[in-house]
C-alpha cells in the first residue's frame, strides 16, 4: 500500500484549486479523518510535495504513514527550537555537513565553550571545546546520566579544519584512502567543525555495549543528542556505524527524525536542508 502522505501529496499536485483531498485515519490520528485545503490555500503542502520529491528514495522508504499537516506542525517546532539559537555570525544548529556539504578552512564556530573535567564528566584531554548551546545540552546529559550513577567520558568534540585534516592523512597513510574514507572525515566535511558533535567513552565498537553506551542510546535523545552514524545506514551517510559519535541537534529536532525519518539523523538533515533552500 502506498504511504498515504506521499498519496495525498501526490494527489494535491494534481487536483484542481476547488477540490479538497480527503486524508485517511493514519497511526498518528485517532479521530475522524482530516481534509486538507488543496495547494492553493495550502502552499507548504506543496512545497512539501516538493521537497518529498527530491528526497531519495531510501529516504522516502524510512517516512511512515502520516498526516502532512502534522508533519508540517512538527517541522514548524523542530525550525522555531532551531531559531532560538539562531545568529546572523554563525551556522545554524541543523547546519548540513557531509561529503557533499562542506565549509571552508577558516570555520570555527563563534563563543567555543573550554569542555574541561568536573563534576558531572570526565575528558580525555585538555583541548576540547563546544558551541554555547551544545555544552549547555551537553551539562544537561550529563547530570541525568550522573543521577543514574554513569559519569560520562567526553573524548572528542570540536576539531578545526586544520586539526581534520591531520588526522585524516593519518588515517589515509595507515589504511589507505578508500577505507580511511569510509571512518573519517576529509577537512571541512566533519560535524566535529561545527562544534556541536561528542565522541563519548573508548571511541571503541565494543563501547556501545558498555553501561555508559546502553544509557546514552536510551536517553541521550530526551536531551537533544541523535547517533550520527547507525548501523546499516554507511551508503546513506558516508561512513561505518559509529557507536560513540553524536551530534546535539535540539530536543524536537531528535522527536521529530525518530517520528518521521525512522530515527535516521542524515535523512532528517538532508530534509531541513532542502526545506530551507527550496521556495
Known sequence: ????????????????CKEKVALAQTKTTISEPKTVESPKNNPEIEKLARVLSSMSERCKEAIPNGNPEEFLADLHRVLAEEAKNHRDDDLDLLYLIDKKHHVGSDYVP???KPVKNSEVWNVSRADLSLRPESFAALEELSRAALADGIKLMVSSTYRSYTYQ????????KQDGLELAERYSARPGTSQHQLGCAVDFGSITDDWGDTKMGKWMYNHAAEY??????????????GYMWECWHFRYIGKEACRFQKKWFSDVQ???????NEWKTKN
Not at 500500500?1 to 484542481?16: D, R, T, V
Open 266 to 272: 542524515q535523512f532528517m538533515l538532508e530534509f531541513i
Open 110 to 112: 563563534k563563543d567555543l
Open 224 to 237: 537533544g543528542w541523535s547517533l550520527s552514524f547507525p548501523r546499516g545506514y554507511e551508503d546513506i551517510t
Open 1 to 16: 500500500m502506498k504511504k498515504i502522505i506521499f498519496a495525498l501529496l501526490g494527489a494535491c499536485l494534481l487536483c484542481s
Open 165 to 172: 585534516e591531520g588526522l585524516f592523512n593519518r588515517y589515509v
